[in-house]
């Protein structure tokens, strides 16, 4: 009797016991579940081979595949390069764990996925490997943001570089004009010169002048894109601006034949930003339209302004169907120098200049092109 | 041109050629011009001479050309001055709120601007020194002054305008 009920406390024990750690997994199931559907990092178990056994929300968000479209395929099919990481999957299994700073995935889309990558292998009881678990943590944002920086670092000390060279230039421009301009009066003055020979004196002080103005433009600019002042913002009618901007190229839009469309969002297109500086970025947009148009030649030459208003940002397109930029040609528009123009008709500082702008006064630009189809320049910005 | 006032103009620049060139150019039309190569011989010069127009470089080793305008114009408070940078944008001396200058120009400056500019500051000197020449003329008169008393007083109105 004795032992039987002894027996029967010790099953009742190991009921509880079981119980208990019945709750304990289902606990430690639930927040593995709850770990694998909130975290944003893409968390996957492999088999020995590379197999998917399992793959998180996170990693459905990161890679763009939902589950059921990468159940039974190999991780390392969505690495880029799947050879490489084959070895990082196989030094995990050997070490029993490896990181990797930065492993390229490819996105379902076709881009490309940056992530910090640590992998574990899975043993059972026996000791005996039964396959991977890793955790990714998507970075592209971060290393987009660091190229940005440094991108912008690298212009901000050309910009310094520049305008520092540009100072210094000034100064002799400065003499040079004043000299030329010396010089033509005493030609003016002289006496006994044959009128040939005061043709030519006059003709090539003419061209000291403006030659020297050509400089101290370029110079000027220059240090227009350098100088780091604070903007000043007010609230304005962007529609008035471009009206503005329209009268100021009148001189430049005569006798070319192009028609000009306005497509405005209705009423005032109010914003609270700094018109002087957006200015500058239309007279850019609209002076570019306008020679991509001329360029092109015949036919109908026209551009289009288009302004929309949403909640929170205007935007602002500028459309002509010009001669357009060659793909080869594209990425390279908003560096500082670049020009398609001929030597002494563009000083390649323009877009440059209004990318500054614009990342200034915290909002976008953005185009698109076809070569010989034309091209639309959009630049958006908050409304407040 | 026969007619313009007699204007004398102070040029302060470090540039020596640039002045070589301009001091010829203004002189052809027949402003009086003392050039000075920096801001304490521009000084020395203002304590020997009066002058109407300044036309000071803004970067110059030694005395710069704010403190510059700021005691010349101690020296001689009608004196109008005019600032030139190798800065495009002159705004960023104005935003600096440091200077308080007739005008800003940034170099190389076109010739004729600069002597339009120049004529302008002119006028304004006159008039603010006419006023102010009034209202103190007037004030000795009321303070009635002896003979003696007035003649020092006007003594003092010829230093102070460099009026001979």
Known sequence: ?384 | MNDQPNIRVLLVDDEETLLEYLSKRLLKQRFTVKSTFSGEEAIEAAKEEHYDVAVVDLKMPGIDGVETQRRLREIQPFLQCIVLTGYASVDTALESGQLDAFQYLSKPVDYDNLVAIIKDAYKKRMEIQGSKFKEQVEEIYRAGLGKRGMRRAIGELHKIYGVE
């Open chain 1, 1 to 384: 009797m004795e032992s039987n009920s002894s027996l029967l406390a010790e099953l009742k024990k190991l009921t509880r016991d079981l119980a208990s750690h019945k709750i304990e997994l289902e606990q430690a199931r639930g927040y593995l579940q709850c770990i694998l559907q909130n975290s944003t990092d893409m968390i996957f178990a492999t088999d020995v081979d590379g197999i998917l056994l399992s793959f998180s929300k996170g990693g459905e968000k990161v890679l763009g595949y939902s589950w059921e479209e990468v159940a039974g395929r190999r991780i390392n099919d969505f690495a880029e390069d799947p050879v490489s990481f084959g070895h990082f999957m196989a030094s995990s299994q050997e070490e029993g764990s490896a990181v990797a700073l930065d492993v390229h995935f490819q996105h379902k889309e076709g881009k490309t996925i940056h992530c910090h990558a640590s992998l574990m292998s899975l043993t059972n009881r026996e000791g005996q490997r039964v396959g991977t678990v890793g955790v990714c943590r998507d970075i592209t944002l971060w290393k987009k943001l660091q190229d940005d920086l440094i991108q912008v670092d690298r212009l901000a000390e050309i910009g310094r570089i520049a305008a520092g060279v540009a100072h210094e230039i000034n100064n002799p421009l400065a003499v040079i004009n004043e000299a030329s301009g010396w010089a033509g009066e005493v030609v003016g003055d002289a006496r006994g010169l044959s009128s040939d020979d005061r043709r030519e004196l006059e003709e090539s002080i003419e061209k000291i002048s403006a030659h020297t103005r050509r400089c101290s433009n370029i110079t000027h600019k220059l240090l227009d894109f350098a100088r780091d002042s604070a903007t000043t913002k007010r609230e304005f009618d962007i529609h008035e601006v471009l009206k503005e901007t329209i009268d100021f190229l009148t001189p430049e839009l005569k006798h070319t034949s192009i028609e000009i469309d306005f497509n405005f969002a209705g009423g005032p297109l109010s914003v609270n930003s700094d018109p002087r500086l957006l200015e500058q970025v239309f007279v850019n947009f609209i002076t570019n339209a306008i020679h991509a148009v001329l360029e092109k030649g015949g036919g109908e030459r026209r551009i289009e302004i288009r302004t929309i208003k949403t909640n929170s940002e205007a935007e602002i397109s500028v459309k002509d169907n010009g001669v357009g930029i060659p793909e080869e040609a594209q990425a390279k528009i908003f560096d500082l120098f670049y020009t398609t123009k001929p030597p002494g008709k563009g000083t390649g500082l323009g877009l440059s200049i209004c990318q500054n702008i614009v990342r200034k006064l915290e909002g976008d630009i953005s185009f698109e092109s076809k070569a010989g189809v034309g091209s639309t320049f959009t630049v958006r910005i908050p409304i407040s």
